[in-house]
């Protein structure tokens, strides 16, 4: 019980910002499915991210069409569906979007990179070299005005996140209802 229309929210930002712990969260708060962006890569991209090299959008183009349809379907069966994805450039977002088929519903994981880069630093067993993250900055294109988008800071706490994200989906499918 979403009070959402048919719609995908997709956590977006750099890596490291806490999108999987986001959608884990909300996916368990709204029993919906949650995708982690990370498991729709081809293990060609994966190989060239642990060597430090950054993605193109040749490696990504397949990937987001892949994670965009997991979502559309999961969608239409469920109702609603969460999903981690970096999206970090408008036309990535569009391109999930019409993979999707269905609407999205974007929130920027917004930080600090010295904070965000001890966060990976941290981290055990992910491919993601903190090395790229520079690159993800730079490749980072904030949602404009015009989009369906939200920006949280990634240090609150997850609960308010959550809170925050659902009052604004649910003011934001509302307000383009009309």
Known sequence: MTGLPPCAIVVMGVSGCGKSTLISH??????????????????????????????????????????????????????????????????YRERLERA????????????????????????????????LLDSQFAALERPAADERALTLHCYAPIEDLRRDVLAWAQASILSTAR
């Open 100 to 131: 999707a088929g269905v609407p999205l519903l974007f929130v920027l994981l917004d930080g600090e990179r010295d904070e965000i880069a001890a966060r990976l630093a941290a981290r055990k067993s992910h491919y993601m070299p903190t090395s």
């Open 26 to 91: 909300l996916g368990a708060y709204l029993s919906c499915p949650a995708f982690e962006g990370d498991d729709f890569h081809a293990e060609s991209s994966i190989a060239k991210m642990r060597t430090g090299q950054p993605l193109d959008d040749v490696d990504r183009w397949p990937w987001l069409d892949r994670l965009g349809a997991a979502m559309g379907a999961a969608v239409h069966e469920d109702g609603i569906a969460v999903a981690a994805c970096s999206a970090l450039k408008r036309r």
